[in-house]
């Protein structure tokens, strides 16, 4: 069994999304649907039910590479999953991160996405600048889903 320790390093992005957050989960809060609203991810495969902590999800990004993640907590209630990366090309260990939707008021929805990590093979500023980019990708996208 694999503990997970608190990286040293923290990322946090958020957007305002023109939808409710009952909407926006109906895209965001399948484990398995990364590919859908992420242009980075080619394709991602599921182990598990990706309603329950334990399930895994393999991406294969744009370029081949893949990275696999572990579910570690989701509640549909409060419209939030939590993940461990457990092998990737990324400059980043330790990685776990969150992704939690919440009412922004007239209709929109908050998407904030949060992690804590530590570099790997990279300087601090490295690592955080890559996060940062995939969040920032990820959030765009399901920003221009939702304009209305």
Same mark, same amino acid.
């Given at each position: 069994?694999?503990?997970?320790?608190?990286?040293?390093?923290?990322?946090?992005?958020?957007?305002?999304?023109?939808?409710?957050? &009952?909407?926006?989960?109906?895209?965001? +809060?399948?484990?398995?649907?990364?590919?859908?609203?992420?242009?980075?991810?080619?394709?991602?495969?599921? /182990? +598990?039910? +990706?309603?329950?902590?334990?399930?895994?999800?393999?991406?294969?990004?744009?370029?081949?590479?893949?990275?696999?993640?572990?579910?570690?907590?989701?509640?549909?209630?409060?419209?939030?999953?939590?993940?461990?990366?457990?092998?990737?090309?990324?400059?980043?260990?330790?990685?776990?991160?969150?992704?939690?939707?919440?009412?922004?008021?007239?209709?929109?929805?908050?998407?904030?996405?949060?992690?804590?990590?530590?570099?790997?093979?990279?300087?601090? &500023?490295?690592?955080?600048?890559?996060?940062?980019?995939?969040?920032?990708?990820?959030?765009? /996208?399901? +920003?221009?889903?939702?304009?209305?």
């Amino acid at each position: 069994s694999c503990s997970f320790a608190a990286g040293a390093l923290s990322v946090e992005r958020e957007a305002t999304v023109d939808a409710a957050p &009952d909407t926006v989960w109906k895209l965001v +809060g399948n484990f398995n649907a990364l590919d859908v609203w992420h242009p980075a991810v080619a394709k991602s495969t599921m /182990k +598990g039910a +990706g309603t329950k902590a334990g399930a895994t999800r393999e991406l294969t990004l744009g370029n081949g590479a893949k990275i696999n993640e572990k579910l570690t907590a989701y509640s549909a209630v409060k419209h939030s999953y939590s993940y461990a990366i457990t092998a990737s090309p990324l400059p980043v260990k330790n990685y776990l991160s969150t992704l939690t939707l919440s009412p922004a008021g007239e209709g929109k929805t908050l998407v904030k996405w949060s992690s804590t990590f530590d570099a790997n093979g990279a300087s601090d &500023d490295e690592a955080k600048k890559v996060i940062e980019g995939v969040y920032d990708g990820g959030l765009a /996208k399901i +920003g221009s889903t939702f304009k209305k």
